[in-house]
């Protein structure tokens, strides 16, 4: 089993290679049955590796979430890349922790590619769009397999790199393109203090391997671990979307719907939170940098629901429930438990994967991704309607699903950081902002339920949608490749929760049912009392700003992105008048200078000796005068 993790990274890996290599054979151009070979090349090695991830786990027990003692690592080292100070060791290990996490990822990841097939059946780019997939997961494996920090830190940008080239996937939009590089960029900033945070940690403990620098922690100073995890905490913000890094991940929507569900449920924003579990001792030694990750947390996870309670796009919906869902995570981490945040995390994943595809089933039968287009649509999708149901009931917490003992287990760890964990007044606004949360979660959830599959229906027929579109107008409920991974993702997302051992609060768990049924009666009873109205008036005032996510791209724009662009076009303006202008100078003298030499070097003979007889005659004058 110690070649297991090698094996389950390598697998995507080479589907990538193999996908981009051989979906154009032969002679370079792709043929006929090019997206078929893709898909197999892409489902075989993924399941293959799921197959390795499972296994792995099986071996552990299963046993993170159970919270018993930790099992010994499986994994090896292939050797060290000397770098003159701290040397990188190329390990890779599972644990407890990366076990489970390993059979998150390749599950959800064999969903989407399969899913993809359907999705995708038609586009032409199909080939290098699961090749990107493969090497997305082969990176996501990469960082959580991972026994050193800089080893970590290749698949994190890697991730980077395929968010940027999947969400672009329809770059003949201009606003996909804005989309991708917005992600790629904001990502990038959080990257850079994250780098410099790895360095901080690996310098202090001399040495970048994970269990090295676990160990290392009682020996650090406050100083080191406050700066290292702060740094650390700028790259979290960033890849798992968190105020104020959280900006690209709604844009990201622009991308196709199996790729939002990739992201949202098993990589790039579930890495940041697996980060901070992964380095978790580091954490809890830097109490300050809690208290950072507390007050993140508070706003992040009811500003994203309020947000998510006014958006029309589906998708938008589903990509603030993700931010407000993460920052429940991490609220859940800076309240002192690892174990509650990770279960969340775990059925997130499938709760949140499920919500996604089943949106691509509507948005691939409506051919709109807005609510306000949608509706009555139970009877025409009754799959997606039962399965979509077994989602919206998991995010909000409601039993059986499994979400309501994930989501319990939060709540009564931030109770518990009431008593001491973090400081009182973070402690205070974090419990505080989760409870509120739970409520307004309910509501959304309902908003988008009702409005997507009950009332009149408002599909209307669309001409053929633009180049760079893959969804058309249809009235069956999808092909099988999209409706199967959807009704085995339903299992996990109602049954998941029974997983772990449930250690229920009971008055934990009666509030926060009962919050989030407020919500939802909220939401049902002003939908019912005029169907045809959007239940997000109920917000009054408050409706705009939080349409508009509170104004914080603008708000970006105008301190930021504005500021910037104006100095660079200063910067290009002085360079222009400034430097080219002398080089420019420096030319124009040259050539004047060059045009008097040339009015005397013309090729008249007679000028010449007229010229040597004048320079004679001077010198004779002068030497007569002067002697």
């Known amino acids: 089993m110690t070649i297991f993790p090698l094996l389950a990274v390598l697998l995507p890996f080479a589907a990538a290679a193999a996908g981009l290599l051989l979906s154009r054979w032969p002679r370079g151009r792709p043929s006929a049955g090019a997206n078929r070979r893709a898909a197999w090349i892409a489902v075989i090695p993924t399941a293959g590796a799921a197959v390795f991830a499972v296994w792995l786990a099986w071996g552990q027990g299963f046993a993170y979430l159970e919270g018993g003692p930790r099992s010994e690592p499986v994994g090896a080292t292939y050797g060290a890349i000397v770098t003159g100070s701290v040397p990188i060791s190329l390990t890779l290990q599972a644990d407890d922790l990366s076990a489970l996490l390993g059979v998150l990822v390749t599950l959800v990841a064999l969903a989407v590619q399969v899913y993809s097939i359907g999705y995708l059946e038609d586009d032409p780019r199909y080939p290098s769009y699961s ?95 406050v700066t290292a995890t702060l740094l650390l905490l700028a790259g979290v913000a960033g890849k798992s979307a968190q105020v104020p890094l959280h900006t690209w991940l709604p844009d990201a929507m622009a991308g196709p719907t199996p790729i939002s569900a990739l992201i949202h449920a098993a990589t790039m924003v579930a890495a940041g939170i697996f980060l901070v579990a992964r380095l978790f001792p580091a954490f809890t030694a830097a109490g300050p940098t809690m208290d950072v990750l507390a007050v993140m947390a508070a706003l992040g996870m ?120 973090v400081t009182d007044a973070a402690a205070l606004l974090l419990y505080g902002c989760a409870l509120a949360t739970v409520a307004v979660t309910g509501a959304y959830a309902t908003r988008a339920w009702l409005r997507t599959f009950f009332g009149r229906a408002r599909t209307v027929a669309l001409p053929e949608p633009e180049p760079g579109t893959a969804h058309v107008i249809d009235v069956r409920e999808g092909p099988r ?147």
């Open 302 to 421: 009811l500003g994203a629901a309020l947000a998510a309670l006014a958006q029309d796009d589906l998708k938008r919906v589903l990509a603030y429930s993700t931010i407000s869902q993460l920052a429940y995570m991490a609220g859940g981490l800076a309240a002192g438990s690892d174990t509650a945040a990770i279960f969340h995390l775990v059925t997130h994943g499938a709760f949140k994967a499920l919500l996604f595809l089943c949106a691509g089933l509507v948005i691939h039968h409506v051919g709109s991704n807005l609510m306000s287009r949608m509706g009555g649509l139970r009877r025409e999708l009754p799959v997606t309607f039962a399965a979509t149901t077994v989602g919206f009931a998991a995010l909000m917490g409601l039993p059986p699903a499994s979400g309501f003992f994930s989501k319990d287990a939060l709540l009564a760890a931030m109770e518990g950081a009431l008593t001491g964990r």
């Open 131 to 225: 090749a990107f997939v493969s090497l997305f997961t082969a990176a996501m494996l990469l960082v959580v397999y991972a026994g050193d920090l800089l080893v970590l830190y290749v698949g994190w940008e890697i991730m980077g790199l395929c968010s940027y080239l999947l969400v672009g996937h329809w770059w003949e939009d201009l606003g996909n393109s804005r989309a991708a590089v917005k992600a790629f960029l904001v990502t990038r900033l959080g990257d850079v203090g994250f780098l410099f945070g790895i360095f901080v940690l690996g310098v202090g403990a001399g040495s970048f391997r994970i269990a090295d620098v676990l160990a290392a922690v009682p020996q650090m100073s406050s100083g080191t671990l």
């Open 481 to 627: 490749t999209m409706l199967v991974p959807v009704a085995l993702l339903a299992v996990p997302a109602l049954l998941l929760g029974f997983a772990a051992e449930p250690h229920l609060d009971l008055p934990i768990a009666v509030i926060s049912v009962a919050l989030a049924l407020l919500g939802a009666a909220v939401v049902y009873v002003a939908w019912r009392a005029d169907p045809l109205a959007d239940p997000a008036r109920l917000l009054g005032v408050l409706r705009v700003p939080c349409e508009r996510a509170f104004y914080v791209d603008g708000l970006y724009a105008a301190v930021v992105v504005r500021p910037v662009l104006a100095l660079a076009g200063g910067v290009s303006r002085a360079d222009d008048v400034v430097v080219d202008g002398a080089v420019r100078g420096s030319g124009r003298t040259a050539r004047g200078l060059s045009g008097m030499l040339r009015l005397v070097q013309n090729g008249n003979v007679q000028l010449y000796v007229s010229g040597l007889l004048a320079g004679v005659l001077l010198i004779a004058v002068g030497a007569v005068v002067f002697a």
